[in-house]
């Protein structure tokens, strides 16, 4: 299993940002994702989970109604919609998945949010 986030970068509070994770090695559909974040000197945090076949989605307490989890099956990536971000937001995101008992991981993507 092989998970490749993209589109992290440099924004402006009240900004936006659609991060992208590519899955390859497993029948995606099948499986629930999740995006987590990691600050300097925090712990990993999970932001967003969806289900597999993109039924339901749940959010951490600080990124609801401001972010968006979504999944293209057809296409194996699963999206994080990040808007009106905050500087408390910047961290390292990453795609998560588990297939048989067994965690997954992207290498992450860096959100900085600064003026």
């Known amino acids: 299993v092989q998970l490749v986030e993209s589109g992290g970068g440099l924004v402006q509070p009240g900004g936006s940002l659609r991060l992208s994770c590519a899955a390859s090695?497993?029948?995606?559909?099948?499986?629930?994702m999740t995006w987590h974040r990691q600050a300097p000197g925090k712990e990993r945090e999970l932001v967003a989970t969806?289900?597999?076949?993109?039924?339901?989605?749940d959010y951490a307490d600080p990124v609801k109604g401001r972010f968006t989890i979504s999944r293209d099956n057809a296409k194996n990536t699963v999206y994080l919609q990040m808007n009106y971000l905050k500087p408390e937001d910047a961290a390292v995101y990453y795609c998560n998945t588990r297939v048989s008992w067994v965690n997954y991981w992207g290498q992450g993507t860096q959100v900085t949010v600064s003026s």
């Open positions: 090695g497993l029948t995606f559909s099948r499986y629930a």
């Open positions: 969806i289900g597999s076949f993109g039924g339901s989605t």
